[in-house]
């Protein structure tokens, strides 16, 4: 796995530019001419704005030729957040990990998930439905499937307490993202696929 730090917008991996523009303005800092006139790259700013807990991204990708990512994240210390988005062949997200810092040492925990299932042999973002999780570390969860071509929902909510242990992530270290973009997750197996 390769780690670019680059944003994903609109099905595309975005520039070193652009991606630190749209850093820039979460985070109120002016490093876009430094990066386009080429004295900072984008992972330099990354890894400043990790040191001072300032937001950014990345994409994860299973090749340098890869036209999509496996994953994009991002970080946001300020809301105590990170999202992790995980890529189909056809560059849309299909499933987001939606982590919060539960703990005095940073630790996260995922407290939604997203699941997508898109329109069986078309190629656009129409979906058939998505799926909303959420977990609590008491082990409860609730779920609603939304199919927004009948315009309606269906709730779910468990009826009996899970061990989500496996929900937890340290924070991750500057490029140590592999807990964080960890796309099996026994319990969510057992509740979503």
Known sequence: MIVKYLGFFMQKIKDQTSSVSRWDTWNNTKFRNK???GKLTSEEVAKYNYE???GYEFCVLHSEKSLYPYCYVTIVPR???VGVYFIDNEGRTYLKYL???VKEDRTLFLEEVW???FIPGNS???QEYRMHFAFDQDGNYAARKYIDSKGKYEDYEGNQKLDFSGLYEKYPEFGQ???IIQLERPVLNDIIF
Do not use: I, M
């Open 124 to 126: 656009s973002e129409e």
């Open 35 to 37: 990066v386009e006139k």
């Open 79 to 81: 809301n105590k957040h």
């Open 52 to 54: 001072h807990l300032l």
């Open 177 to 179: 993202y592999e807990g």
């Open 99 to 101: 982590f919060d810092e």
């Open 115 to 117: 699941f997508y299932q």
